[in-house]
């Protein structure tokens, strides 16, 4: 079988990226009830799947392959634009997925605080923890 040199295949790769991005948008404008049904059906999959890897140890491997370079170079290269776009296209939805634990820190009363580096004030913050742990389990009961 041949295969194009890899330098040309990368060029067309990005290339033909980069003028699909009309196409991209398109097509997932009207794919969230596919989405979902897709999720659905290979929940199971998904599942058996993630076990498999975590039994053959693949993440450590990937990560251990990958090394530290490729981490920082990507994400120095990459992340700062896409940070800021993130955050500013995701706040609101961050807002609403925090709402649940806000109100109820509001009547949640840790206790009163302590003098800097206290024991005390490590209690307070295990019962803010235990209690918006507790708060997460509730919510993702009720999906």
């Known amino acids: 079988m041949e295969v194009r040199p890899i330098d040309q295949a990368q060029k067309k790769f990005a290339d033909r ?10 097509g997932v404008r ?3 009830a596919k989405w979902i049904a897709g999720v659905q059906a290979a ?3 998904w599942a058996d ?15 251990r392959r990958a090394g530290p370079t ?19 296209e995701g706040a609101a939805a961050w807002g609403e ?17 302590g003098m800097r580096g206290s024991t005390q004030n490590a209690d307070r913050a295990r019962k803010v923890a ?6 997460r ?5 009720s999906r």
Do not use: C, H, N, W
């Not at 990226?17 to 398109?26: C, N």
């Not at 799947?49 to 990560?63: K, L």
């Not at 235990?130 to 708060?135: D, G, L, S, V, Y």
């Open 17 to 26: 990226a980069a003028g699909a991005r009309g196409d991209y948008e398109t």
């Open 30 to 32: 009207g794919a969230g």
């Open 130 to 135: 235990e209690r918006m742990r507790a708060k």
């Open 97 to 113: 997925g925090f709402r649940p634990f806000a109100d109820d820190l509001r009547s949640f009363d840790p206790g009163p605080k």
């Open 137 to 141: 389990i509730e919510l993702l009961g």
């Open 70 to 88: 490729k981490y920082q170079d990507r994400a120095s290269k990459l992340g700062p634009d896409r940070y800021a776009t993130g955050v500013r």
């Open 43 to 45: 929940e199971s999959a």
């Open 49 to 63: 799947g993630t076990r498999a890897a975590i039994d053959a140890g693949r993440f450590g491997a990937g990560v």
